[in-house]
């Protein structure tokens, strides 16, 4: 069973960075997708950041060049450097993983972490 740990959440002004860590406890797969999702207060839960089976980033059009996700090539770590940070970008982070899906539908992904807070400040 993989268990994925978040940390790097904190309370930052707007226009401020942040890098959130997902670490996983371990990975018995050849390969692995893992992702970022969030979830503000009163609204769905949305994928932010992929990197998918083949390696591949995809991002949601509101953090494109500001976001950059990246694991490492062991699929142990995953981590999300957002930059120009927005009020909007307040919410829960969740980072899930699984060995055969890679798509925006946070239901479907096997392995989810508990989440970390980052909060934006005006």
């Known amino acids: 069973q993989v268990r994925l740990v978040e940390s790097g959440g904190d309370s930052v002004q707007a226009g401020g960075s942040l890098t959130l860590s997902c670490a996983a406890s371990?990975?018995?797969?050849?390969?692995?997708?893992m992702a970022w999702f969030r979830q503000a207060p009163g609204k769905e839960r949305e994928g932010v950041a992929v990197?998918?089976?083949?390696?591949?980033?995809r991002y949601r059009d509101s953090v494109k060049g500001r976001f950059t996700i990246s694991k490492d090539p062991a699929g142990r770590r995953l981590s999300l450097l957002m930059n120009s940070l927005q009020t909007e970008d307040t919410a829960m982070y969740y980072c899930?993983?699984?060995?055969?899906?890679?798509?925006?539908?946070?239901?479907?992904?096997?392995?989810r972490g508990k989440g970390t807070q980052v909060a934006v400040t005006s």
């Open positions: 899930v993983a699984d060995p055969a899906y890679d798509g925006w539908i946070y239901s479907n992904w096997q392995y």
């Open positions: 371990e990975q018995p797969y050849n390969k692995i997708a």
């Open positions: 990197v998918g089976l083949d390696g591949s980033t």
